[in-house]
């Protein structure tokens, strides 16, 4: 008798402590849709609906997280099973500076062209950067005549197949879709981004991404989802 009345009681508790978690996200009295709820304890994550609501299962002690780029992350610990309601800090953009060196003479023809110097050093720091990346045709690198050429040896091919990425490539993909406010959101200083990436990376299957160049939705919500996993460790390393 006493082993049936420890075992419903067990059983209660349990049902009790065990519950589904109801909330709704907004910022600045705006729903919020598309927001990542990652439950720290059991490893178990959804994404608030088009009216910035979700659900998702907690025991009362466990860790709830809220990311979403461009946004403050939010951590909150359930305590009962009350629904919940989350206001979401949103990022402010920093705008670039511009410098005007030349002093402002009053002319509104001639000192908009001072700010047109700064739009033209831009344009031309893109075109020097796909310059760069451009690869030089087969002509001009073709050895000039006299030219001692080294002489290049056939080998043994194995039939080996390159990635079309490369863990560099893969890393500033991710900075550049993700952007680099969804990890200051998480809490990481913009020089610790690189070594996070690279850090956080080791324990993530990246063959299929680096070979193919490809990275898919799916992929990306594994990858935020190991991200917060890998963020205690890194900072803990």
């Known amino acids: 008798m006493k082993i049936f009345l420890f075992s419903f009681v067990l059983l209660i508790s349990q ?14 009295s705006v729903n919020v849709n598309q927001v990542l709820i990652i439950n720290i304890n059991s490893q178990e994550k959804v994404y608030s609906n088009s009216q910035g609501q979700f659900i998702i299962n907690a025991n009362v002690g466990d860790e709830l997280r809220f990311v979403k780029e461009s946004y403050e992350r939010k951590v909150l610990k359930i305590k009962n099973n009350d629904d919940v309601f989350i206001n979401l800090i949103k990022l402010v953009t920093e705008i670039e500076e511009v410098e005007v060196k030349k002093k402002l003479s009053g002319n509104l023809s001639a000192d908009s062209k001072l700010f047109n110097e700064n739009k033209k050093k831009v344009a031309l720091n893109n075109d020097i950067k796909v310059y760069f990346k451009t690869k030089s045709s087969e002509e001009l690198m073709k050895p000039r005549h006299g030219e001692f050429v080294q002489p290049v040896s056939s ?8 990635n079309k990425w490369k863990l560099p490539d893969f890393v500033e993909w991710i900075r550049k879709n993700l952007t680099d406010d969804y990890f200051i959101s998480m809490g990481f200083e913009l020089p610790e981004i690189n070594s996070f990436l690279y850090y956080s990376l080791q324990s993530f299957n990246t063959f299929n ?24 460790k890194f900072k803990n390393k």
Do not use: A, N, P
């Open 155 to 162: 080998g043994i091919t194995f039939g080996e197949i390159k």
């Open 15 to 28: 049902q009790l402590s065990s519950q589904q978690i109801k909330g709704k996200i907004v910022s600045d």
């Open 209 to 232: 991404i680096l070979k193919y160049g490809y990275c898919s939705d799916e992929d990306v919500g594994d990858l935020k989802l190991h991200f917060e996993t890998s963020f205690k």
